[in-house]
């Protein structure tokens, strides 16, 4: 998969912070998906993490999405295509 066009060191706000947490926690939301909506690498997600969470909670997320199929878009069930339940958060939309 070629690298977003996006610098590395795009400058992120705070709410763009909080929405690569919340998406880099969601066990469906691969990388892919952060990438395309913020330009950032996996890499750059898991700096991201490291630098705006816990020490302890970085650890748990870390062991969390290491391999998980569901966070890379390769690894993931052919048939799958979106990244969130279509009854996901039903009552905020």
Known sequence: MPMP???PDKQL???DIS???????E????FEAIATQFGLAEQ???KVMRTNISAGAFKRWRARVTGRKTK???????GVSR???STHNNANR
Do not use: G
């Not at 066990?27 to 691969?30: L, Q, V």
């Not at 890379?72 to 052919?78: Q, V």
């Open 83 to 85: 990244h969130q339940s």
């Open 72 to 78: 890379h878009a390769e690894l993931r069930a052919p």
């Open 19 to 25: 929405r690569v947490i919340e998406m880099a926690w």
């Open 27 to 30: 066990d469906r939301t691969p």
């Open 44 to 46: 750059q997600v898991i």
């Open 5 to 7: 066009d996006k610098a």
């Open 13 to 15: 706000t705070e709410a």
